[in-house]
DNA sequence: TATTGTTATACTCTATAACTATA
DNA sequence: TATAGTTATAGAGTATAACAATA
């Protein structure tokens, strides 16, 4: 089942090109990026989305293991490992939810939100530097536009059969 | 010396988000493409690369240990750890280089090409589904052009100050 | 029964440092 | 001395499955 009905028919060489110069800019990015963030704050990139979710997305500083799970593309167990390791840096604390005493709810502390301010200059460096430094201001509005609904088509479609639940 | 002289200026809302979806989708992505190689060749996106690399892209099916850490990214270490594997697997050989005693020059088998070739169909499908799906040919060809300038620089550019060498 | 989250566990990957051998 | 590669080792991250508790 993993051959399909229609003939192979490779991709173009424009389509390979981009596919693979896609991968690469985003992964010498994000080893930039790991490094100054472990530099700078002792985070990994993940500790930093969690942390930059909470504190600079959401207005109440607080989510739901689920949600933020939903939102990193974590298993569960990985976020729960994250999420301990935040709460045991004093980064974030967890609560059970008002509502539905299964949820847990996650909130920043003010040693993440702290944090975040500590590591988000040298972040931003990294950023020019490395990723906007070769592009002009229409460059980058462009760069967005043309893969937004590219995220949007993959958040959408559910490719993981893992578990069995993940959309919300 | 992690505090630059100039103000943080923070990164305008264009650039963030440009930031944000290309981590995003080339995140989404290789998880669905690692997903793929796995189950189809029981390969990590890393082993692929090294094999396509040396399949596709190399017109002897060889290289040299340094060339290919070089080309992924890699600490000497690492490398040595995932060509034992896919020694061990008969996907590739090593044998001691001809001119320079030192060097170790990494060659792929029949075995090697054949799994490529077993796995390549199942890759392009999920390119085409997740990453292609939404784009036109003149999108993708405008992404791809916008993002090589940047790979450029990044290559150009050592921030991994690491180790010691790394530029050739 | 379905969902939320945790735990135990095992495995893969990566990096650092020490080491050998050749140029 | 500098480069190529390996080894030992240690640590971080991830995923699976079994589990407990609530809806």
Redesign the interface.
Known sequence: M???PTP????DS??L???F????????????VE?QLR??GDLSYVQFQLLARLGLDSPTGSERMTDLADGV?YSRSGLTYQAGLLEKAGLVSRAPSADDERSVTVTITDAGRSLISQV???H??V?????????S?T??????D??????????A?P??SAGSRRRR
Chains 1, 2 share one sequence.
């Open positions: 993993s051959t399909s192979p028919s490779p991709l424009v389509q090109g981009a596919y110069v896609l991968m690469e800019v985003a992964g010498l990015l994000r080893h930039a490094q530099d700078d593309v988000l200059p040298g931003v460096e950023l020019r530097q490395q990723l906007f430094s070769p592009l201001r460059d980058t509005q462009v760069l967005s043309l893969l937004a609904p590219v995220r949007d088509h993959m958040r479609a490719p993981r």
